[in-house]
């Protein structure tokens, strides 16, 4: 019997291939290249936004991002045409961040300065992991994901508590120091609350009276306090995620309780464990 003949790639695939394949010599040159097209064009939205380089070479920078511009569209077109599943690549990450890297360019013809909003094609530069197969770093990553996932609670609250807490004492401020000193509202009153409770002080405005100064020594007090907190509740989380789970298996040997959960021996003194 006939084996069949294996189907031909359709045109949509062959630019999947090279878009999206990082193993075939195409794939890697257009990778290569994409990354310094990256870096160039993030470079010309800097430069543009200095004023001595901006005076000199203006028109040269608007033709430059606008050919970058071009470029990133006609590539963007491309990965959504070549996509198997086009809505998946859309509305996944790399798909977003693909649209947001155009959309300043185009927004600039409404809105003048959007244009240094380009910087946002930074974020295109995490294509380097998939490119250079930097998976481990991406399982690292993983791990702060999850961290953060399982303490956004407590998270939540801590902040919730933190806004209680410069809402009361920006009100205070507000009421013993008044618009005389510079506390002409409860929201600029919360600002100056929200500046010293966080130990970053720009002295822009400061409490005058006895009063005001101890409840100030207060909040400073208060903010060295808990300025940790939510440090600490990451880090705790993040070690509890990344520690192996252990299984309750004692060492017939040692005694030792909990081990790995493909261990074969004990990590303590080398017993096997399944005797």
């Known amino acids: 019997m006939r084996k069949p003949r294996p189907k031909n790639p359709t045109l949509a695939e062959h630019i999947h291939i090279v878009i999206e394949g990082t193993d075939t010599p195409a794939g890697k040159f257009f990778d290569v290249v994409l990354l310094i097209t990256i870096v160039l064009s993030v470079v010309v939205v800097m430069l543009d936004s200095v004023l001595y380089w901006r005076l000199r070479f203006k028109e040269l920078f608007v033709y430059a991002e606008w050919f970058f511009t071009i470029l990133f569209t006609i590539e963007y077109a491309l990965r959504l045409y070549s996509a198997p599943n086009r809505k998946r690549y859309a509305f996944s990450f790399f798909g977003i961040v693909d649209l947001v890297a155009l959309l300043p360019s185009y927004l600039s013809l409404l809105f003048v300065g959007t244009q240094y909003l380009l910087v946002v094609r930074v974020l295109r530069i995490l294509r380097i992991f998939r490119i250079f197969h930097l998976n481990s770093y991406l399982q690292q ?135």
Request: glycine share 8%.
């Open 141 to 275: 990553a993983g791990f702060l994901a999850a961290a953060f996932k399982t303490s956004q609670h407590k998270i939540i609250v801590f902040f919730l508590s933190l806004l209680l807490l410069v809402t009361i004492f920006g009100s205070i401020l507000y009421v013993v120091e008044g618009p005389e000193n510079g506390y002409t509202s409860i929201p600029r009153s919360i600002y100056w609350a929200v500046v010293t409770l966080t130990t970053v002080g720009y002295g822009d405005i400061s409490p005058k009276t006895p009063i005001g100064q101890a409840i100030a020594s207060m909040v400073m007090i208060t903010g060295y306090a808990i300025i940790a907190v939510p440090t600490g509740i990451f880090t705790a989380e993040l070690t509890r995620t990344m520690r192996p789970q252990l299984h309750p298996i004692s060492c017939p040997n040692c005694g030792k309780f909990g081990h790995a959960s493909n261990a074969k021996f004990c990590d303590r003194c080398g017993h096997d464990l399944h005797l």
